[in-house]
């Protein structure tokens, strides 16, 4: 649906080429250090990547230094979740170049709204174009009823 590559400042790359993504350190990523995701099955990781648009992000030498995903119909609607990227890698703005290529990457395909939900990253998503949901209570949401209690949040 996306092919995309694209050059990142300081040397890294965004590809959507799901053969480089080593998914064992997405799961690792996730299940440990992503807040919303802690404890997410190796399982889960993998069906999910398989229904979604991945963004892998890469150093030169090729080494996995983030993720994202899209889940979209390619249509009307879109979603971006479990963004990520490595400790190591942080504070260089790898996450918002990564959200300008994902958002570049979907605008051609004229969805009528694209969303995303974050608790902390506000400023990184509002920088390439994401503003609050204009009327929130239209919003509704049904969850497992083992997960009561338990909101995912990206």
């Not at 990142?8 to 995701?37: N, Q």
């Not at 709204?113 to 994401?130: C, N, P, Q």
Request: proline letters at 5%; one cysteine or more; glycine letters at 10%.
């Amino acid at each position: 649906m996306m092919d995309v590559r694209r050059p990142l400042p300081g040397g890294y790359e965004v590809d959507t080429d799901t053969s480089r993504l080593d998914l064992s350190l997405v799961h690792a990523w996730l299940s440990t250090d992503a807040f919303w995701a802690l404890g997410r099955s190796y399982d889960a990781v993998e069906k999910a990547a398989d229904a979604s648009v991945n963004f892998g992000v890469y150093d030169a030498d090729g080494g996995q230094a983030g993720y994202a995903r899209v889940v979209t119909d390619g249509v009307t609607f879109g979603w971006l979740c479990d963004v990520y990227i490595a400790p190591a890698a942080r504070g260089q703005g790898l996450g918002t170049s990564l959200a300008q290529v994902i958002v570049d990457a979907v605008r051609p395909l004229e969805l009528k709204r694209f969303m995303l939900s974050t608790v902390d990253a506000h400023e990184v998503y509002s920088k390439v174009g994401f503003e609050p949901f204009p009327n929130p209570q239209k919003l509704m949401v049904l969850e497992r009823e083992d997960n009561a209690g338990v909101v995912e949040t990206e």
